[in-house]
C-alpha cells in the first residue's frame, strides 16, 4: 500500500490517446499536473506535446515515469495485453484503469496487476471527452481506499472523482447499470414518440412532455428503493394490478396505432408474472423479483 500522498501538481502519466485519453492528459496539463502520455500511435501525442506533454519513448518508459498511470484504452483485452509486454514492469506501479468493461473483467484484471506488483483502481468515465475538467465529468473509482484517497488531488482535475467501495468490480457494475436506466428511459420515450407520431405530433413537441414525465418519475426512486431494501411493499400509491390495467392501455393504444407494441407486451408480461405470485396488492417496485430472477424463455 502507498504512503505517498498526492499534492496538486503530482506527476501523472496517461496510456491511451483515443479520443478519451487525450481529454485526460489535456486536463491534467491545464491543471498543471506534469504528465507523461504514451500511445501505439505516437503521433496522436503531438497536440499534447505542444501543450507541454512528455512522450514516453517506450510502454516500460511511461509506466517508470511517475507515481500514477492512468489507463484509458478500447477494452480490456487491450489493456491485458499492453500492459502483458516484457517491457512493461508493473512492480511498484500504481495503475488507475478507466477502459470500460464489465466487473468480471475488472476484477480479474486488478488481480492480474497485483500478483504482478501493481497497485489497482478500476474506473469508469460517465462523460463525454469535452467535459473531462469539469465538474460534470463524473468518473467512479473502485479499489483500495487508500490508493484513492492518495491521488484524490489528481484525480479531481479530471472531474468529480467518486469512490464506491473496495470491491473493484464496483466501478464497472455501476457503469453497466447505468446503461441500462439510459436505454429504458430513451426506450420509453420511442415508443411514445412513435405513438404520438402516428397521431401527427412530431417528436420535438412530445419532448418537453416526456422531460418532464421522466424528472418526475425519478423523484420517486428513493422512495421505492426504500421499499425494496425492506423487502415491504405497501400500495402507497398504486398496486400492481392498477398499473396492470394500464399497460393493457399502452398494448392496445400502440396496436391501434400501427406501432410496435414488443415493450409494452414486456412489461406487461412482467407484471403479470408478479400478479400470478400474489403481489397484485403490492407497489410497482416488487418487481424487483421479476428482475432479480434470471429467464431464459
Ligand atoms: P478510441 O478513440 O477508439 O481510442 C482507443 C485507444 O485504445 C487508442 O489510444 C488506441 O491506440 C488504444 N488501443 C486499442 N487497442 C490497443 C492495443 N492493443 N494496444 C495499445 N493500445 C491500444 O476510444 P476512446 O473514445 O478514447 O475510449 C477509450 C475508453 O474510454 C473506452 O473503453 C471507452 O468505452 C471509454 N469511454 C469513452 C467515452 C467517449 O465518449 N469517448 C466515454 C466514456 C468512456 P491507437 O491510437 O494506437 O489506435
Not at 514516453?56 to 495485453?81: F, K, M, W
Not at 469535452?130 to 484517497?149: D, K, N, R, W, Y
Request: proline share 4%; glycine share 10%.
Amino acid at each position: 500500500m502507498s504512503n505517498h500522498t498526492d499534492t496538486a501538481v503530482s506527476s501523472v502519466t496517461v496510456v491511451g490517446l483515443g479520443l478519451m485519453g487525450q481529454a485526460l492528459a489535456g486536463a491534467f496539463l491545464k491543471a498543471g499536473h506534469p504528465t507523461t502520455v504514451w500511445n501505439r500511435t505516437a503521433a496522436k501525442a503531438d497536440a499534447l506535446v505542444a501543450e507541454g506533454a512528455r512522450l514516453a519513448p517506450t510502454i516500460g518508459d511511461a509506466l517508470r515515469a511517475g507515481s500514477l498511470t492512468i489507463v484509458c484504452l478500447t477494452d480490456y483485452r487491450a489493456v491485458r495485453e499492453l500492459l502483458g509486454a516484457s517491457e512493461a514492469d508493473l512492480a511498484g506501479t500504481t495503475l488507475i484503469n478507466l477502459t470500460s468493461g464489465d466487473s468480471t473483467q475488472a476484477r480479474e484484471t486488478a488481480r492480474w496487476a497485483e500478483e504482478r506488483g501493481a497497485r489497482y483502481l478500476d474506473g469508469a468515465i460517465m462523460a463525454i471527452p469535452s467535459s473531462i475538467g469539469t465538474a460534470g465529468a463524473v468518473i467512479l473509482h473502485s479499489g483500495p481506499e487508500a490508493e484513492f484517497e492518495a491521488h484524490r488531488p489528481t484525480l479531481d482535475a479530471l472531474g468529480t472523482a467518486t469512490y464506491l467501495g473496495a470491491d473493484h468490480g464496483l466501478a464497472s457494475l455501476y457503469d453497466v447499470a447505468g446503461l441500462a436506466m439510459m436505454w429504458s428511459v430513451l426506450n420509453a420515450w420511442l415508443q411514445g414518440t412513435a405513438m404520438l407520431r402516428a397521431a401527427g405530433v412530431d417528436a420535438a413537441t412530445y419532448a418537453p412532455f416526456a422531460q418532464m414525465i421522466a424528472a418526475e418519475v425519478a423523484t420517486w426512486l428513493p422512495g421505492y428503493a426504500e421499499q425494496i431494501d425492506k423487502g415491504s411493499f405497501p400500495a402507497e400509491v398504486s398496486a400492481l394490478e392498477t398499473d396492470a390495467r394500464a399497460m393493457a392501455h399502452l398494448i392496445e393504444e400502440s396496436e391501434a396505432l400501427g406501432v410496435n407494441a414488443e415493450l409494452p407486451r414486456l412489461i406487461r408480461s412482467m407484471a403479470d408474472r408478479a400478479i400470478a405470485a400474489g403481489h397484485g396488492g403490492e407497489q410497482y417496485p416488487v418487481l424487483i423479483e421479476e428482475f432479480g430472477t434470471p429467464r431464459t424463455d
